[in-house]
T-cell receptor, first 111, second 112 residues
């Protein structure tokens, strides 16, 4: 079983739809990151969370430490949101400075 | 402009020919890390560095070496590359552990 899992694996949405991507993990963490990778390959950090909720523009990220679960929401989706979204966790048990990545969720937003 | 740079961006080489991929950041970040990305396996951590002269292994360190002699630079060394090291490599840095990471543009390496 992978230590970091994401769902769905692939997602196609119509422009304007509300999108949710989920991340669940089975290890102790000190922080969770949401990353965005565009088709060209570049990776951008969207959020770093250790508790609660963060919002940046149309993007909202939440984390529930007790349930070991995080969600990334995109409101009013747009074709430029098409990308792979990757969840990454910073471990807290023993190897607290290591990072483990989820497999990614490929999002395609159709005009 | 705050950035992480990697060189080269693309490299095709042959088995056994030593190579170095450079990584440099201009943000005075303490934490730097190397990752590789492979289809079906996603991103995996190779090595990381908490500060100058402090480095440690990630999940897939075999066949790689790193050094951190200066804060801004964190080169990745492949002493004897093999075809299974064909991959897309990313360097990243952050001000300190647990904070937002800034990624370089990636280096696409092919070993024949």
């Amino acid at each position: 079983k992978n230590e970091v899992e994401q769902s769905p694996q692939n997602l196609t949405a119509q422009e304007g739809e509300f999108i949710t991507i989920n991340c669940s993990y089975s290890v102790g963490i000190s922080a969770l990151h949401w990353l965005q990778q565009h088709p060209g390959g570049g990776i951008v950090s969207l959020f770093m969370l250790s508790s609660g909720k963060k919002k940046h523009g149309r993007l909202i990220a939440t984390i529930n430490i007790q349930e070991k679960h995080s969600s990334l929401h995109i409101t009013a989706s747009h074709p430029r949101d098409s990308a792979v979204y990757i969840c990454a966790v910073q471990l807290s048990e023993g190897y607290y400075d290591k990072v483990i990545f989820g497999p990614g969720t490929s999002l395609s937003v159709i005009p | 402009e705050a950035q992480v740079t990697q060189n080269p961006r693309y490299l095709i080489t042959v088995t056994g020919k030593k190579l170095t991929v450079t990584c440099s950041q201009n943000m005075n970040h303490e934490y730097m890390s190397w990752y590789r990305q492979d289809p079906g396996l996603g991103l995996r951590q190779i090595y990381y560095s908490m500060n100058v002269e402090v480095t440690d292994k990630g999940d897939v360190p075999e066949g790689y070496k790193v050094s951190r002699k200066e804060k801004r630079n964190f080169p990745l060394i492949l002493e004897s590359p093999s075809p299974n090291q064909t991959s897309l490599y990313f360097c990243a840095s952050s001000l300190s552990l647990g904070l937002e990471q800034y990624f370089g543009p990636g280096t696409r390496l092919t070993v024949t």
